[in-house]
C-alpha cells in the first residue's frame, strides 16, 4: 500500500507519524536526561572526595608532609575514578593533626 491508498481509505498517516516522533524524541529526551544526572552525580562525588583528600592534606601536623601532600594533590590532578581513589587513601593513610594546643 502507498500513501495514495491511505488518502482513499480515509486513514492518513501523518498524525501516526507525528505520535510516533514525538515518541521517539521523549525516549531521547529522557536518556539524554538520565545521562546528564548520572554525569552530575559522578562529578558532585569527585569534588565531595578531593575537598576530602584536601581537607586531609592540609590538617597534617608537620609542615613538611603538609606540603609534601599539598604538591603531590596538585602534580597529580586525577583523571579517572581509580587515580582519584589512589590520591584520597594516600591522604587518608596520613596522620591528621591533633585539635587543640601542641604545648
Same mark, same amino acid.
Given at each position: 500500500?502507498? /500513501? /495514495?491508498?491511505?488518502?482513499?481509505a480515509g486513514l492518513h498517516p501523518g498524525p501516526l507519524?507525528?505520535?510516533?516522533?514525538?515518541?521517539?524524541?521523549?525516549?531521547?529526551?529522557?536518556?539524554?536526561?538520565?545521562?546528564?544526572?548520572?554525569? /552530575? &552525580?559522578?562529578?558532585?562525588?569527585? &569534588?565531595a572526595l578531593l575537598g576530602e583528600a584536601r581537607w586531609? %592534606?592540609?590538617?597534617?601536623?608537620?609542615?613538611?608532609?603538609?606540603? &609534601? %601532600?599539598?604538591?603531590?594533590?596538585?602534580?597529580?590532578?586525577?583523571? &579517572?575514578?581509580?587515580?582519584?581513589?589512589?590520591?584520597?587513601?594516600? /591522604?587518608?593513610?596520613s596522620p591528621l593533626a591533633t585539635l587543640g594546643s601542641?604545648?
Amino acid at each position: 500500500m502507498n /500513501a /495514495a491508498s491511505f488518502v482513499r481509505a480515509g486513514l492518513h498517516p501523518g498524525p501516526l507519524l507525528g505520535v510516533l516522533a514525538v515518541l521517539v524524541l521523549l525516549i531521547a529526551f529522557a536518556g539524554v536526561v538520565r545521562k546528564a544526572v548520572r554525569q /552530575a &552525580d559522578v562529578s558532585r562525588r569527585a &569534588d565531595a572526595l578531593l575537598g576530602e583528600a584536601r581537607w586531609r %592534606c592540609k590538617a597534617l601536623k608537620l609542615p613538611r608532609q603538609r606540603d &609534601d %601532600c599539598l604538591r603531590l594533590f596538585h602534580q597529580e590532578q586525577p583523571g &579517572d575514578s581509580a587515580s582519584l581513589q589512589l590520591l584520597v587513601s594516600a /591522604a587518608a593513610a596520613s596522620p591528621l593533626a591533633t585539635l587543640g594546643s601542641t604545648r
